[in-house]
């Protein structure tokens, strides 16, 4: 194996563990609202998180990783008050298990995928029905969430599928266990090409977008929030209002995330 191929597998791969010890924090120890979120999801989050902290009356405990992940965890009894996940499937597998507040559900934001160089590649393309990925990764690799679990990496399968150009990259891909760590790849030139959240693309320097996946080539994208099923927080209900908010819409908006839910 070469070292660049080790560094490819150690980056989207080696890390698992760690990220999903840290994603169950020592929760409630400090009496915080703990927050599970889609990786994607972290600067926005972290901003809107430091805004809401004088109505909630606390800065919340946030965990990122990949919504596929974050559910199992909750499944498996993690102390999360609030779950925030990049597809509507994994909210659902939930709810469906009674471990949400179903009238706490809320369509909170939606957003787009996107193809991904590093800054300084020369690539150019249009993303459209039978466009050449594979001559565009050339030698190289596609990073991209785990498409049997990672909502962005669903959506990317799905979008390549539709535009009939997936068996021709298939064997290319760099799977990542979430979405940051495949724009990690694609940042450090570990990966040659990219599909990740346009709000990824817009938070990380390293990489330039060149083309936009049309939106009738994968399901909607939607990030939907809850409080879970056992959450007694007594300020949880505050954080999803101020979430929900006008305020917090204002902070999404500048991070590049279309805003669903209703400002109160």
């Not at 600067?43 to 596929?68: F, H, M, Q, R, W």
Request: one cysteine or more.
């Amino acid at each position: 194996m070469t070292g660049k191929g080790f560094g490819l597998k150690a980056i989207a791969f080696g890390g698992l563990a760690a990220m999903l010890m840290a994603a169950v924090p020592a929760a409630h120890a400090d009496d915080k609202v703990v927050v599970f979120a889609a990786a994607s999801l972290k600067d926005a989050l972290d901003a809107v998180n430091k805004a809401c902290e004088p109505e909630v009356g606390e800065a919340a405990t946030i965990s990122y990783a990949a919504s596929s992940a974050l559910a199992k965890q909750i499944e498996g009894g993690a102390p999360a008050d609030i779950f925030v996940s990049a597809d509507l499937d994994w909210m659902k597998y939930l709810s469906d298990k009674k471990l949400t507040k179903p009238d706490t559900e809320v369509k909170l934001l939606g957003n787009q995928i996107v193809l991904v160089a590093p800054k300084d590649s020369a690539v150019e393309t249009k993303v459209e029905k039978g466009f050449d990925l594979a001559k565009l990764i050339g030698d190289g690799r596609l990073a991209m969430g785990d498409f049997k679990a990672v909502p962005a990496g669903k959506y990317g399968k799905a979008a390549l599928e539709s535009l009939g150009v997936w068996s021709s990259v298939e064997g290319k891909i760099a799977q990542a266990e979430n979405v940051r760590a495949a724009l990690k790849l694609v940042s450090t030139g570990e990966a040659a090409l990219g599909i990740v959240y346009a709000t990824d693309a817009h938070a990380e320097k390293g990489v330039k977008v060149v083309g936009t996946f049309p939106e009738d080539s994968h399901p909607p994208i939607i990030y939907p929030i809850a409080q879970t099923a056992d959450s007694k927080d007594k300020d949880a209900a505050a954080f999803l209002k101020c979430v929900e908010s006008a305020k917090a819409a204002d902070l999404f908006k500048e991070q590049g995330f279309t805003v669903l839910a209703p400002s109160n």
